[in-house]
């Protein structure tokens, strides 16, 4: 069995990881012939619309996926026009416009923050007057890790701002107070088995995620799988979604959600009976889904831009260390650690430790 990956990042990578075992082969179609996930597969080198290549792929592929929402869904759409592609292009499309989301979210009945559509400066500043500030400005499309965002805490951050994204199409949205970040990762197959993954509490900075941790027995788990339900449901979804949440007073707010294997639910690699990875391949190939039931206590701890000595990651009790194969560079995910331990308590504490390292070499 042969699996097409659009892209060949860690993602991907992570997902051949999980599907050697499996006896799986996989093609990956990325523009980078040094793409960390190359070495688990058959590389096909170019741009994800190359005729020649996305023939190929579909040609040969059993299924495909993908690794990130920014492919562009018209090639999900040709090859699903000539095998099967899981999430579906739909998904794909709905995920990579910000606006086109929130209004997905609103016709499910799943709450957002205040927000409002913006082509130009002056309609910017008229948003601003009913939203308030503080605000956050984002393009409607290529945003990820913070990044095609900007904060708004006064009059004088919008012109810098509006700048800044050059012109494009941008949605702003009014600031939620938020207690918490956390996440819901569920899994729908084929056949329409579901699962979901408690949720990840998560600690984001600088627009990138540093820390997630599993909440089992998490008090809003019950209303953000009705959220990701009504997801499944309205896109017809087979594969592994991810639902970033806010917790306001009780209640659950959707930011936005991701149509893959998510950052999120790392910790799922050895704080779960069956990983998201290794589940979204059984999903997408229609085999029974694996069991969600958490390890112990886990966590996950990204390291961004640089990495800590191994030996003084492994000389910490219960960790798991996972190397992306990617040179460090600012801002970059190159790596992340996984924890477990066997109360909440001792997981904080080993947190923290691998907080620790992860900073030091920081470079975001």
């Known amino acids: 069995m042969i699996v097409g990956v659009l892209g060949a990042g860690q993602l991907a990578r992570m997902i051949a990881l999980a599907g050697i075992p499996l006896g799986l082969d996989f093609i990956f179609l990325d523009?980078?012939?040094?793409?960390?996930?190359?070495?688990?597969?058959?590389?096909?080198i170019g741009d994800y619309n190359d005729p020649a290549l996305l023939a190929q792929l579909a040609e040969r592929a059993d299924v495909v996926t993908y690794e990130f929402e920014n492919v562009p869904a018209e090639v999900a759409e040709f090859l699903a026009s000539h095998t099967q592609v899981h999430p579906s292009p739909k998904a794909l499309a709905v995920a990579q416009d910000r606006l086109v989301e929130k209004s997905f979210f609103f016709g499910l009945g799943i709450p957002t923050p205040d927000y409002a559509a913006v082509d130009s400066f002056e309609s910017l500043e008229?948003?601003?007057?009913?939203?308030?500030?503080?605000?956050?400005?984002?393009?409607?499309t290529q945003g990820y890790d913070g990044k095609g965002q900007s904060l708004l805490k006064s009059p004088d951050d919008l012109k810098p701002a509006w700048e800044l994204l050059q012109g494009v199409p941008a949605v702003v949205e009014a600031f939620v107070p938020f207690n918490r970040e956390v996440s819901i990762i569920a899994v729908r197959s084929v056949s329409g088995e579901v699962v979901?993954?408690?949720?990840?509490?998560?600690?984001?900075?600088g627009g990138i995620l540093r820390v997630s941790e599993c909440r089992t027995n998490d008090p809003?788990?019950?209303?953000?799988?009705?959220?990701?339900?009504?997801?499944l449901e309205a896109l017809d979804y087979v594969g592994v979604l991810a639902l970033e949440l806010f917790e306001v007073d009780g209640q659950l707010v959707a930011n936005e959600f991701a149509p893959?294997?998510?950052?999120?639910?790392?910790?799922t690699i050895e704080g779960a009976e069956t990983s998201q990875f290794e589940n979204h391949l059984r999903a997408i190939l229609d085999l029974p889904l694996g069991s969600t039931a958490p390890v112990g206590n886990?966590?996950?701890?990204?390291?961004?831009?640089?990495?800590?000595?191994?030996?003084?990651?492994l000389a910490i009790p219960h960790a798991h260390l996972h190397l992306y194969d990617k040179s460090p560079r600012k801002g970059r995910k190159v790596a992340h650690a996984t924890i477990r331990a066997e109360s909440q308590e001792q997981l904080s504490e080993l947190v923290k430790k691998l907080t620790v390292l992860a900073d030091q070499v920081d470079d975001s």
């Open 298 to 313: 886990a966590a996950m701890v990204n390291f961004i831009g640089g990495l800590p000595k191994t030996e003084e990651l």
């Open 196 to 205: 979901f993954y408690p949720l990840s509490e998560n600690l984001h900075r």
């Open 260 to 267: 893959r294997v998510h950052n999120s639910g790392h910790w």
């Open 126 to 140: 008229q948003a601003m007057i009913t939203l308030g500030y503080p605000a956050i400005l984002k393009s409607c």
């Open 31 to 44: 523009p980078s012939a040094d793409a960390c996930a190359n070495k688990l597969g058959e590389p096909l």
């Open 220 to 231: 809003m788990q019950q209303q953000a799988e009705s959220y990701i339900s009504r997801l």
